[in-house]
């Protein structure tokens, strides 16, 4: 097979086939592929500081206990599953490490043991992307310099939801920016900060703390926030969040946090939604500092109080 413009070449032939096999087994044997639709990696796989790897359309099954590691290089990956090789057990989700980048459009992540995805001083964009049924939260950015945008180009085509930890994390001058996006019935927190900063904008986090456990109103709400900064990252992000319905309440502001949540005062069409039901508090706040005029407060059982 060459590079002709040839309609001829369309397929690889029986011997190509075998030498892809043989020269796999020879240089990747980590890699065993067993269809065109399936990669197995057994051990896991790392990408290398000078290393870029594309995944197009096919399930990634890894190994249980073990996770694709990105240190330093490039991981992208379009329509694709990364899934658990062995059911019964679970692998250990993707890490992308310090100066690593990539992208993850219309991919799915599911069944890790552990976390997710981990963005460790990294900067990974996520596009119509799905975190879903992890061990612990589906989505961790921590560390200084690490960047995860993560959105949806319309609605409902990007989840983070039936994690068993938080949907998302931010730590220790991570900076999350989630766009678009459906957080939905995680363990813990829908949105959980502690000294990182979270950026959010026409979402639904809704029916989060499932499973808190002793967490208690640490961890059950729809937004988690510890010393750390909550805000949208200015036009064309005027707000259009919707909270509702988290166990514990829509908000926790631990002490020297800051929660500015302003919505745009000449545009009522972009008004942020924070609900809940019955008893549950919309607010519980430790000297924190809280901005969040123009939005709409209120019981979706009773009567709407707002815009205040």
């Keep these: 097979m060459n590079y002709a413009d040839d309609s001829c070449l369309d397929n690889f032939t029986s011997g190509q086939f075998t030498r892809k ?5 020879g240089y990747r044997p980590t890699l065993a592929f067993s269809s065109w639709d399936e990669i197995h990696l057994a051990d896991g796989l790392t990408v290398g500081s000078n290393q870029s790897y594309t995944f197009f359309d096919v399930d990634v099954k890894v190994g249980a206990g073990e996770q694709i590691v990105v240190n330093g290089g490039t991981l992208d990956a379009i329509d694709t599953r990364f899934l658990d090789l062995d059911t019964s057990q ?18 799915t992540v599911r069944d890790a043991s552990g976390i997710g995805v981990r963005v460790y001083k990294a900067d990974v964009d996520f596009v ?28 409902g085509s990007a989840f983070l939801e039936d994690n068993g930890g938080n949907g998302a994390y931010a730590g220790n001058l991570g900076e999350l920016y989630i766009e678009n996006t459906s957080i939905r019935e995680n363990s813990q927190n829908g ?55 988290n166990q514990a309440g829509t ?9 500015d949540a302003e919505a745009n005062l000449n545009d009522a069409n972009h008004l942020n939604q924070f609900l809940q039901t019955g008893s549950q508090r919309h607010v519980r706040a430790d000297a924190a500092d809280i901005l969040a005029e123009c939005n709409w407060w209120g019981d979706p059982q009773g009567a709407v109080l707002g815009p205040v």
């Design 21 to 25: 096999r043989e020269q796999t087994a």
């Design 90 to 107: 679970g692998w250990d989700g993707i890490r992308y490490n310090q100066n690593a980048t990539g992208t993850l459009t219309r991919a």
């Design 128 to 155: 119509d992307t799905q975190i879903t049924d992890s061990g612990s939260h589906g989505l961790s950015v921590y560390g200084n310099g690490s960047e995860a945008y993560f959105r949806g180009t319309t609605p």
């Design 191 to 245: 949105v959980a900060a502690y000294k990182g900063d979270v950026f959010i904008a026409e979402s639904i986090v809704t029916e989060n703390g499932t499973n808190a456990g002793a967490n208690g109103h640490y961890g059950a709400n729809g937004l988690f926030l510890g010393t750390i900064n909550f805000g949208i990252p200015g036009p064309p992000y005027l707000g259009d969040n919707f909270f509702n319905n």
């Design 251 to 259: 908000l926790r502001a631990r002490s020297n946090s800051f929660f």
